[in-house]
């Protein structure tokens, strides 16, 4: 038997998944709505120059040149951006960028549906006989 408490306790859960899945709805939409992508995240490379005369031989070295930072194989690696490829290459990679973050908010938002789903579950289920 359902006593009072857990009746609320349904309805907010309810409530929350519905909130949940407006939010997971509006990701899904940006992700595949999206302009292209590059693989690989912004990244800034700073260098000597290797003249012992220089600023950069006393610590202030040159830059930032933009790269990007590129995982394989579960390595990273470093690939330098163009000077001419440089605002389309950054823009694909900030938005690959924001397209993973937005892909690990998905993540969290199904573990906690899959959460509150085993939690209906366990108040809504009796065992028989
Ligand atoms: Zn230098």
Request: hydrophobic share 30%.
């Amino acid at each position: 038997m359902r006593d009072v408490n857990k009746k609320i306790d349904i309805s907010a859960v309810r409530q929350k998944l519905s909130i949940l899945n407006k939010q997971r709805n509006s990701y899904i939409f940006r992700l595949t709505h999206g302009k292209p992508m590059v693989f690989g995240l912004p990244h800034e490379v700073f260098r000597r120059c290797g003249k012992s005369n220089c600023r950069c031989a006393r610590g202030e070295r040159h830059g930032p040149y933009p790269a990007l930072s590129v995982n394989k194989d579960g390595k990273q690696k470093i690939v330098m951006i163009k000077k001419a490829d440089t605002l389309v290459v950054l823009g694909e990679a900030n938005r690959y960028r924001h397209y993973q973050e937005t892909l690990a908010k998905i993540r969290r938002i199904n573990k906690e549906v899959d959460r509150l789903l085993e939690k209906v579950k366990s108040t809504t289920t009796r065992s028989y006989p």
